[in-house]
């Protein structure tokens, strides 16, 4: 595995715009979400949507479409808070990208490489600005947050957005193994990164759980990690919660995608992954959206 924060640091160092644009036409996804074995309600979402500069158009949880007209939005996001504005903020957060997508995608110029960073900058500071101010005004809201991993797929380019423990992986076309892009903002993810704890010594540590950043919680100030992907046919992403990596290694994940049983084959990748965590665990919410570029 490719440490995240190298990933991303290449990223701003070597600039989007200077990555090799290439012949993405297709895309094919699919998505589940599970409340579990433990928990008695959901506090996980995802979307996946269609978007151009007027619209946007939701998408089922299984389905392929073609660049052709449209730019594509697939996003996981958990919730976080008291009885249930933990559920209640990881649907605020989804809703918020789907009514201001359509603006943001026209100010972008089209999906524009030069101004990405901006437009996922200004989606996030919204949907921290709403929770915070919910979280505010209601006492059965106070402390609401959640996190959000969100990526926005062009014509060769994934730009993608994120805060909290909910991640981003990569699997490149070449069968080159599996990278996590985005970082998990918490201390156990920071000392992982740092390589002062292995896999199962973060998965196994007493605060794997407790996050520095997220949108609303009470925090002050949002900065979310930016950055681009140059995607060709025959790449693959995994946006998931922490419900998934509970129940599978790192290990587990990639080679559900890359080398499925031949049980699994009937499967649709994000459907299988899902049933795999619930199988090895379920003590959380499990989501995942798997997004396949052709």
Same mark, same amino acid.
């Given at each position: 595995?490719?440490?995240?924060?190298?990933?991303?640091?290449?990223?701003?160092?070597?600039?989007?715009?200077?990555?090799?644009?290439?012949?993405?036409?297709?895309?094919?996804?699919?998505?589940?979400?599970?409340?579990?074995?433990?928990?008695?309600?959901?506090?996980?979402?995802?979307?996946?949507?269609?978007?151009?500069?007027?619209?946007?158009?939701?998408?089922?949880?299984?389905?392929?479409?073609?660049?052709?007209?449209?730019?594509?939005?697939?996003?996981?996001?958990?919730?976080?808070?008291? +009885?249930?504005?933990?559920?209640?903020?990881?649907?605020?957060?989804?809703?918020?990208?789907?009514?201001?997508?359509?603006?943001?995608?026209?100010?972008? +110029?089209?999906?524009?490489?030069?101004?990405?960073?901006?437009?996922?900058?200004?989606?996030?500071? +919204?949907?921290?600005?709403?929770?915070?101010?919910?979280?505010?005004?209601?006492?059965?809201?106070?402390?609401?947050?959640?996190?959000?991993?969100?990526?926005?797929?062009?014509?060769?380019?994934?730009?993608?957005?994120?805060?909290?423990?909910?991640?981003?992986?990569?699997?490149?076309?070449?069968?080159?193994?599996?990278?996590?892009?985005?970082?998990?903002?918490?201390?156990?993810?920071?000392?992982?990164?740092?390589?002062?704890?292995?896999?199962?010594?973060?998965?196994?540590?007493?605060?794997?759980?407790?996050?520095?950043?997220?949108?609303?919680?009470?925090?002050?100030?949002?900065?979310?990690?930016?950055?681009?992907?140059?995607?060709?046919?025959?790449?693959?992403?995994?946006?998931?919660?922490?419900?998934?990596?509970?129940? $599978?290694?790192?290990?587990?994940?990639?080679?559900?995608?890359?080398?499925?049983?031949?049980?699994?084959?009937?499967?649709?990748?994000?459907?299988?992954?899902? $049933?795999?965590? $619930?199988?090895?665990?379920?003590?959380?919410?499990?989501?995942?959206?798997?997004?396949?570029?052709?």
């Amino acid at each position: 595995m490719n440490d995240a924060d190298e990933f991303h640091t290449s990223l701003e160092t070597f600039g989007a715009s200077d990555l090799p644009q290439v012949g993405a036409r297709n895309v094919h996804w699919s998505a589940l979400t599970h409340v579990g074995k433990v928990r008695t309600n959901n506090e996980d979402a995802f979307l996946a949507l269609t978007v151009d500069g007027r619209e946007v158009r939701y998408l089922g949880k299984t389905g392929q479409g073609t660049f052709a007209e449209f730019d594509y939005v697939f996003a996981v996001s958990d919730g976080m808070g008291g +009885a249930k504005s933990g559920e209640f903020a990881s649907r605020i957060a989804v809703e918020k990208i789907t009514r201001m997508f359509p603006r943001t995608y026209r100010d972008a +110029a089209g999906g524009l490489p030069t101004g990405f960073g901006d437009v996922l900058t200004e989606l996030f500071n +919204a949907i921290h600005k709403d929770l915070t101010r919910l979280g505010e005004s209601y006492v059965e809201c106070q402390g609401m947050g959640a996190t959000l991993s969100l990526g926005w797929f062009t014509p060769g380019w994934m730009y993608f957005g994120h805060i909290g423990d909910s991640r981003i992986y990569y699997l490149p076309a070449n069968g080159d193994g599996m990278m996590q892009i985005t970082h998990d903002d918490s201390h156990v993810g920071w000392l992982r990164r740092q390589g002062k704890l292995s896999e199962r010594e973060a998965r196994n540590h007493p605060r794997k759980n407790v996050i520095s950043k997220a949108l609303g919680a009470g925090h002050m100030y949002v900065d979310p990690q930016i950055g681009a992907v140059g995607c060709e046919p025959g790449d693959r992403f995994v946006f998931c919660t922490d419900g998934v990596m509970d129940g $599978l290694w790192d290990r587990a994940i990639c080679d559900a995608i890359r080398e499925p049983t031949a049980a699994e084959l009937t499967q649709e990748p994000g459907l299988r992954l899902v $049933l795999n965590a $619930l199988e090895a665990s379920g003590k959380d919410n499990i989501t995942a959206v798997v997004v396949e570029i052709g």
